[in-house]
Structure formats: structure tokens, C-alpha cells
């Protein structure tokens, strides 16, 4: 069993979840592996922006466990139906590409079920769903580098601010 999300371990990163999530979502649990994945290959003290390529799920990770929100603007969702996830530095757009790697569930039947809708939610062993994703951890994701292209590395102007009567 892999022991810990980032700085927390497995049950108390599930717990934060809860509230922020609504409920421990495999998704999320997933995106906490995933996002550690990413940031074990970025250096240390390095500032980074985010990007997920899905609007569901993967974001409440990344902003459970980094700075970067769409609040501040440093988490920037592009829904192309992926669950990926880039972590880059933000002012050169080097970084990390993290991806739950369909190749690899294989020898991980619920989450697969999970991941590709085989079973419905009702149908779905939640335990032992949530068992296998604590055990696979990051086996289960692919991770290569990326070169964020400059345009998304500019700052976006929020334009003037006016009263409207």
C-alpha cells in the first residue's frame, strides 16, 4: 500500500477530501497520487502553474494539494476529456505530464470498472474500489515532460475595471 498523498498519508488526505469534495470521490483520490507524481519531479522551490484537460475531479486535487487554484489563476482547466494533469514552471513552461495510463488496469479490475463506466456507481464495490486505488497509487499513472507553449504562459489582463449603472 502506497503511504502518503504529498505531506499527508493516504486516510488523511481522504479525510480533506469530504468536505472540499462533497464525498471521498475515486477521482480525487487518484488526482492526489497523480498531482504527487508530478511534483516529485518538479524542483524543489519552484513556483508552477496547472493544467487539468478534465473538469471532473481532477481539479479539486490539484487544489487541495498545491497553490495553484482557478481562483488565482494558476490552475487553467482545458476539458479535453483527459484525465491528465500538467504541473510546469510558470515562467518557463517546463514541467510534467501525469495521466491515468488505461494500459495499466489491467491487474486493477474495479478501478477499471471505475474508470471506463463498466459498472455503474450502484453496481460498484466502493471499498474495494477505494482499496485498489490506495494500493496501486502511482503504478497506475503514466508521467512524461512537457514544454508548455509561451501563449499560456502569459498572464491574462483582467481588462478595466468600470461601474455600470
Known amino acids: 500500500m502506497q503511504g502518503k498523498i504529498s505531506a499527508f498519508d493516504i486516510e488523511e488526505y481522504i479525510h480533506r477530501i469530504q468536505p472540499f469534495h462533497g464525498h471521498a470521490a475515486p477521482g480525487v483520490i487518484i488526482g492526489g497520487f497523480m498531482v504527487h507524481l508530478a511534483r516529485i519531479q518538479i524542483p524543489e522551490g519552484a513556483l508552477f502553474d496547472a493544467i487539468c484537460e478534465t473538469p471532473a475531479c481532477l481539479p479539486d486535487a490539484v487544489q487541495l ?3 495553484c487554484t482557478v481562483g488565482n489563476g494558476w490552475l487553467k482547466i482545458i476539458n479535453l476529456g483527459r484525465f491528465a494533469l500538467s504541473l ?10 501525469v495521466f491515468l495510463d488505461p494500459g495499466k488496469l489491467d491487474q486493477w479490475p474495479e478501478i477499471k470498472d471505475w474508470f471506463f463506466k463498466l459498472k455503474s ?11 485498489q486505488i490506495k ?4 503504478e497506475i499513472c503514466g508521467v512524461y515532460p512537457v514544454q508548455i507553449k509561451p501563449e499560456f504562459l502569459k498572464k491574462r489582463d483582467k481588462g478595466r475595471i468600470v461601474i455600470i449603472k
Open 135 to 138: 494500493t496501486a497509487g502511482v
Open 65 to 67: 494539494l498545491t497553490p
Open 121 to 131: 456507481r450502484t453496481e460498484q464495490n466502493h471499498e474495494h474500489l477505494l482499496s
Open 88 to 97: 510546469y514552471d510558470k515562467y518557463h513552461g517546463n514541467g510534467f505530464r
